[in-house]
């Protein structure tokens, strides 16, 4: 028996650390030791989901980092990450859900940079998409819609008939200012912080398919 989630999709455009793939071990070994490098006197700076430029920003803003230090931080979370892959796997119902989706009616949208996620997607064996989108190809991150509503042109399709699938209330929140659909994966927050159409406690058991009218749906088995 399976239930659907959404229905009348051109397309799904999906987040990855947290969403696709667990990268936690790793990102959090990378910030805290950024910080202990950096002299930084707290622990609390890394917000998920956001571009790592973002999150140097907001520690000098706070005062806990120097303004002319932010080359050198910038350059050493980037070292950091992408020098460490131990433990990147892909979570549960991911690979099956994107095999049973079109290759061409999905992308990625990530606040990784271009290098960063070909060290994480190199990890777990998976090839970038043609068109995805990384915190490269923009120019404000998430929680803006920008890089929401490049993934949808990229995919040449109308934003409000995407899905976007995400762990993390900064990316539900681009999702929602896109105008698109949304579907929350609980773990790395509670379902309660996570607003979103529909939400989950992973991928287990999620599909894909395409209808007689070419449109795509998302189900749940079981």
């Known amino acids: 028996m399976s239930t659907t989630l959404f229905d009348g999709l051109d397309a799904v455009l999906f987040d990855l650390d947290g ?4 990268s936690t071990p790793v990102t959090s070994r990378a910030w ?8 930084i006197g707290r622990t609390d700076y890394h917000e998920h989901g956001i571009p790592a430029r973002q999150v140097v920003n907001s520690v000098i803003e706070s005062g806990d980092l120097a303004a002319d230090r932010w080359d050198e931080a910038f350059a050493l979370i980037n070292e950091l990450e992408e020098s460490d892959a131990e433990g990147v796997t892909v979570l549960p119902g991911a690979a099956e859900l994107l095999a049973s989706l079109p290759q061409d009616r999905w992308t990625i949208v990530t606040s990784c940079t271009d290098n960063l996620i070909a060290v994480r997607l190199g990890a777990v064996g998976w090839q970038p998409p043609s068109t995805i989108v990384t915190a490269d190809s923009v120019t404000h991150g998430k929680p803006d819609p920008e890089g ?3 993934g949808a042109s990229r995919l040449d399709v109308d934003p409000s008939r995407c899905l976007v699938v995400e762990d993390a209330p900064a990316g ?3 999702a929602h200012a896109a105008g698109m659909a949304t579907l929350g994966l609980s773990g790395t927050y509670g379902a309660e912080d ?3 159409d529909v939400v989950l406690p992973g991928l287990a ?3 894909g398919s395409v209808g007689a009218d070419g449109s795509l749906q998302v189900a749940l088995e079981g």
């Open 19 to 22: 969403t696709l793939i667990d």
């Open 32 to 39: 805290a030791k950024w910080g202990e490098m950096l002299g």
């Open 148 to 150: 929401y509503l490049l």
């Open 172 to 174: 539900l929140a681009a």
């Open 194 to 196: 996570l607003m979103a």
């Open 205 to 207: 058991g999620v599909s």
